[in-house]
T-cell receptor, first 114, second 116 residues
Framework: QKEVEQDPGPLSVPEGAIVSLNCTYSNSAFQYFMWYRQYSRKGPELLMYTYSSGNKEDGRFTAQVDKSSKYISLFIRDSQPSDSATYLC??????????????FGSGTQLTVLP | DTAVSQTPKYLVTQMGNDKSIKCEQN?????MYWYKQDSKKFLKIMFS???????INETVPNRFSPKSPDKAHLNLHINSLELGDSAVYFC???????????????FGNGTRLTVT
């Protein structure tokens, strides 16, 4: 079993829809959670990050972390065709003043249809 | 003014050859990385360098050898290429030593390696 599981999709939604992207994880030591967006033929770019459980909002994007269920989500409101990309979740342990490197999910491919 | 640049963008080569991929960052970051992304988009770290010192070396065949001539450069040399090495290789940088995860990874646009 992989440490981080992510539904690969593909996921197609109409413009304006609310999109929910999800990851589950097995390592309870993960404390740092991120979402990266990767456009075709480009490198991933950071969208959002959070240390804690609960919600964090940034414009049309909301990141949600539920540590008790080992489940994180990214919600996109009023989705736009420009949101079409692959979305990767990433996580890390932070312990003893040092940190291991990120563990990535395999990405969900999203297409927003105009 | 590209932040993390890697060359070449595409690399097609035959099995058994040796090839190099170059990476440069102009962000003044203290840490650089090589990641491998397979055909299923799974992104896995290979190496991490901090100020020219190797700090992470995941389970990677020793045919892969990183080299960091200075803080701004991290090159990847691959010997005796195999079919299974075909993937997209991403260079990245961050200010991890100074800022931890508050400094996100900045990725290059990848080198698409095809071994025939």
């Amino acid at each position: 079993q992989k440490e981080v599981e992510q539904d690969p999709g593909p996921l197609s939604v109409p413009e304006g829809a609310i999109v929910s992207l999800n990851c589950t994880y097995s390592n309870s030591a993960f404390q740092y959670f991120m979402w990266y967006r990767q456009y075709s033929r480009k490198g991933p770019e950071l969208l959002m990050y959070t240390y804690s459980s609960g919600n964090k909002e940034d414009g049309r994007f909301t990141a949600q972390v539920d540590k008790s269920s080992k489940y994180i989500s990214l919600f996109i409101r009023d989705s736009q065709p420009s949101d079409s990309a692959t979305y990767l979740c990433a996580m890390a342990e932070i312990s003893s003043g040092s940190a291991r490197q990120l563990t990535f999910g395999s990405g969900t491919q999203l297409t927003v249809l105009p | 003014d590209t932040a993390v640049s890697q060359t070449p963008k595409y690399l097609v080569t035959q099995m058994g050859n040796d090839k190099s991929i170059k990476c440069e960052q102009n962000l003044g970051h203290d840490t650089m990385y090589w990641y491998k992304q397979d055909s299923k988009k799974f992104l896995k770290i290979m190496f991490s360098y901090n100020n020219k010192e190797l700090i992470i070396n995941e389970t990677v065949p020793n045919r892969f050898s990183p080299k960091s001539p200075d803080k701004a450069h991290l090159n990847l040399h691959i010997n005796s290429l195999e079919l299974g090495d075909s993937a997209v290789y991403f260079c990245a940088s961050s200010d991890f030593k100074r800022r931890g995860y508050n400094s996100p990874l900045h990725f290059g646009n990848g080198t698409r390696l095809t071994v025939t």
